[in-house]
């Protein structure tokens, strides 16, 4: 790249149609170094189809993602090599695994060792084990889990296992994270501490891309917010603008602007 304000993230004219349904249309979206853009919308509007348009599990049937500058291969793994990682709205954890093997199954992308090696611990994993269990540790500490590496996670809260996403999802060492409905199922004090701990991400150098139903939420923490109805962008700005904005007060009409009714449960969720 010529220019130093080229984006990190540069979505053009993405659409991702099923049958004849266009779950997201004609979207455009950019996120800059250090940046932390919301992403709302009403139920239904999209937001994790694009989410998955994002990182490779669909191939968008219009447009184009570009990463650092260069468009990406629409395959997860790659994705997440490239510097993507997200969290999904469902939670996925290896849920007989401890939080500290939950951490290191992220890890797999930046190790010459793969996942196998590292379950099978064949011989050569040895090497790489100790570098990886530090650095995964610190992410433990990073976000608050350290006291409960060896707990399997499914015995972990609610709250605790969408940090565990998170922290699996740093262990990629990603330049973007995506997340998912981060909050959702956590009580007040585990949202705020949640607030500043995707404050803390941003000041590691990673960028944020959220999606998030709790208003005071993505208002406290993102620079700018984009709102999908209906799979498309209808508005993007600071909070005034979205607030204010006539088109996003009608589509939330009848749905107050903190609701979290729960998605259907999918696999791509
Ligand atoms: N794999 C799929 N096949 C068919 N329709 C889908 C698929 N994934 C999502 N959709 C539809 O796309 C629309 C947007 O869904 P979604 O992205 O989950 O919305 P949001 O995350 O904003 O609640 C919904 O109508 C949903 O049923
Ligand atoms: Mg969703």
Known sequence: MTTTTA??????????????????????????EGEIIGLI??????????FNCLTGLYVPTEGAVRYRGTVLPPKPHLVTQAGIARTFQNIRLFAN???LENVLVGRHTRTREGIFSAILRLPRYHHAEAESREKAMELLAFTGLAHK???????????????????????????????DEPTAGMNPQETR?????????RDQGVSVLVIEHDMRFIFNLCDRTAVLVQGQ??????RATVQNDERVISAYLGAPLESTTPAAPEDTQ
């Not at 979505?11 to 349904?21: D, E, K, P, S």
């Not at 999802?169 to 973007?176: E, I, M, N, T, Y």
């Not at 501490?193 to 991400?201: D, G």
Request: hydrophobic share 45%.
């Open 41 to 50: 919308g009403p139920n239904g509007a999209g937001k994790t189809t694009f």
């Open 233 to 238: 962008k209808i508005v993007e700005g600071d």
């Open 193 to 201: 501490a949640a607030e500043e701990l995707v404050f803390a991400i």
């Open 149 to 179: 590496a060896d707990h399997l996670a499914r015995n972990l809260p609610y709250g605790e296992q969408r940090k565990l996403e998170i922290a699996r999802a740093l262990a990629s060492d990603p330049g973007l994270l995506l997340l």
């Open 7 to 32: 984006p990190l993230l540069d979505v053009t004219g993405v659409t991702m149609r099923f049958g004849g349904l266009t779950a997201v249309n004609d979207v455009s979206l950019t996120v800059g």
């Open 97 to 99: 695994m401890t939080v």
